[in-house]
């Protein structure tokens, strides 16, 4: 079982960058596929991005795509996500969340109930 921990969530402005940390602990990501979520209020949980944790192959919703950069960093078991150019409609909380089947290969999964292991999440909020 692997525990995740998101930080670096705040305030913003439209065009204004932060990143996000999630740290994995009791098991790297070594066998999972590490992705970002996001839920704005009303909203179902979305897909953002994710990344495989072998060959760092990126997948990115089109929404965001152009504009956040999800990476990783082996040593410290931590995936990043660098959001570029915030609109408003980036407001929301996100997640951090690990999906175990298919041993970290990517195949194109970007529903929620497809990632078992969630962090608690990180409000993100855009505004003038």
């Known amino acids: 079982q692997v525990h995740l921990v998101e930080s670096g969530g705040g305030l913003g402005q439209p065009g204004d960058s932060l990143r996000l940390s999630c740290a994995a602990s009791?098991?790297?990501?070594?066998?999972?596929?590490p992705g970002w979520f996001r839920q704005a209020p009303g909203k179902e949980r979305e897909f953002v991005a994710a990344i495989t944790w072998s060959s760092g192959d990126q997948f990115y919703a089109d929404s965001v795509k152009g504009r956040f950069a999800i990476s990783k960093d082996n040593a410290r078991s931590t995936v990043y996500l660098q959001m570029n150019n915030l609109k408003p409609e980036d407001t929301a909380v996100y997640f951090c969340?690990?999906?175990?089947?298919?041993?970290?290969?990517?195949?194109?999964?970007?529903?929620?109930?497809?990632?078992?292991?969630w962090g608690q999440g990180t409000q993100v909020t855009v505004s003038s």
């Open positions: 969340a690990a999906d175990p089947a298919f041993g970290g290969t990517w195949v194109g999964r970007r529903a929620p109930n497809d990632y078992q292991y």
């Open positions: 009791g098991r790297t990501f070594r066998s999972y596929v």
